[in-house]
């Protein structure tokens, strides 16, 4: 089976940066996309970044400008480089993942990011 699991997530000051990493584990024969999602307390599941194999990203209106999705191919491993963090950005991040091998969706167990005031 395929395993997602995130790291890099933690407390840092608003203006700050950080960067989640998502290595992805187990036989996928390739990617049809992947993307990092959030969920704030009380608050539904949105969508932060993503791209799909045919190298089209998408971003959230909330993190435009300031967060950059990118992969390494070779260690089927996805980044989220994010900057000028906010306070508002502050939620558990998950990574999200579809691949040729299965018909669904699979989801990491999500890394916690805090951004202080």
């Known amino acids: 089976q395929v395993q997602l699991v995130e790291s890099g997530g933690g407390l840092v000051q608003a203006g700050g940066s950080l960067r989640l990493s998502c290595a992805v584990s187990g036989t996928i024969f390739g990617i049809n996309y992947m993307g990092w999602y959030r969920q704030a307390p009380g608050k539904q599941r949105e969508l932060v970044a993503s791209f799909n194999s045919g190298g089209m990203t998408n971003y959230g209106d909330s993190v435009k400008g300031r967060f950059t999705i990118s992969s390494v191919n070779a260690k089927n491993t996805v980044y989220l480089q994010m900057d000028s963090l906010k306070p508002e950005d502050t939620a558990v991040y998950y990574c999200?993942?579809?691949?040729?091998?299965?018909?669904?969706?699979?989801w990491g167990q999500g890394t916690q990011v805090t951004v202080s005031s």
């Open positions: 999200n993942g579809n691949f040729f091998r299965y018909g669904r969706d699979f």
